[in-house]
């Protein structure tokens, strides 16, 4: 029974430990003031201990993967 326990636990444990560190896909396009695509420009999330950055496309589109925890 104390096995079975402890299997069902470290089982559970995984399984949380998977759910919460799952990433996260931030995207968006980015336009200046008169509404046009900025092409190649650099974007960036930064946390306290990690940096995720990527930089948009030629229609200003941009997709960064990052850790659920820094995205609020």
Same mark, same amino acid.
């Given at each position: 029974?104390?096995?079975? %326990? @402890?299997? @069902? $636990? *470290?089982?559970?444990?995984?399984? =949380? %430990?998977?759910?919460? &560190? #799952? !990433?996260?896909? =931030?995207?968006?396009?980015?336009?200046?003031?008169? !509404? &046009?695509?900025?092409?190649?420009?650099?974007?960036?999330?930064? *946390?306290?201990?990690?940096?995720?950055? %990527? !930089? *948009?496309?030629?229609?200003?589109? $941009?997709? @960064? #993967?990052?850790?659920?925890? @820094?995205?609020?």
């Amino acid at each position: 029974m104390k096995k079975r %326990t @402890i299997f @069902i $636990f *470290s089982v559970y444990l995984l399984w =949380v %430990t998977e759910v919460f &560190s #799952q !990433a996260v896909k =931030v995207c968006g396009k980015l336009v200046d003031d008169r !509404a &046009s695509a900025v092409e190649f420009a650099n974007v960036a999330l930064k *946390s306290a201990d990690k940096f995720y950055g %990527t !930089a *948009s496309d030629e229609d200003g589109y $941009f997709e @960064i #993967q990052a850790c659920r925890g @820094i995205i609020r």
